[in-house]
């Protein structure tokens, strides 16, 4: 059974940071495309940063040089770090799995910022 668990989601003001970790089982990581995506409300699901099996990253432009994907084999892990957060970054973030014509989810993991 494939499972990925976000975390570390909250409540910040304007230029604090988070750090979002997702944990799977079930799939080794570093054969999927991994990404985040995040929806607002009464928003479209939208792609936030994604890192590849061979470890080529991609960004939303609107979160370049604020937010940094990882991948951590050893644990299987994939974080997302969140700097210099906006309040227009409010949305819950979700894990993604890719491969082929397979694709996993996770439960998602609330982001609030305050202005």
């Known amino acids: 059974q494939v499972r990925l668990v976000e975390s570390g989601g909250g409540s910040v003001q304007a230029g604090g940071s988070l750090r979002l970790s997702c944990v799977a089982s079930?799939?080794?990581?570093?054969?999927?495309?991994m990404g985040w995506y995040r929806q607002a409300p009464e928003k479209q699901r939208e792609l936030v940063a994604s890192i590849t099996g061979n470890g080529n990253t991609n960004y939303a432009d609107s979160v370049k040089g604020r937010f940094t994907i990882a991948r951590d084999n050893t644990k299987n892990t994939v974080s997302l770090q969140l700097n210099s957060l906006k309040p227009e970054d409010t949305a819950v973030y979700y894990c993604?799995?890719?491969?082929?014509?397979?694709?996993?989810w996770g439960q998602g993991t609330q982001v609030t910022v305050s202005s």
């Open positions: 079930g799939i080794i990581v570093r054969i999927y495309d």
């Open positions: 993604a799995a890719k491969r082929f014509w397979t694709d996993y």
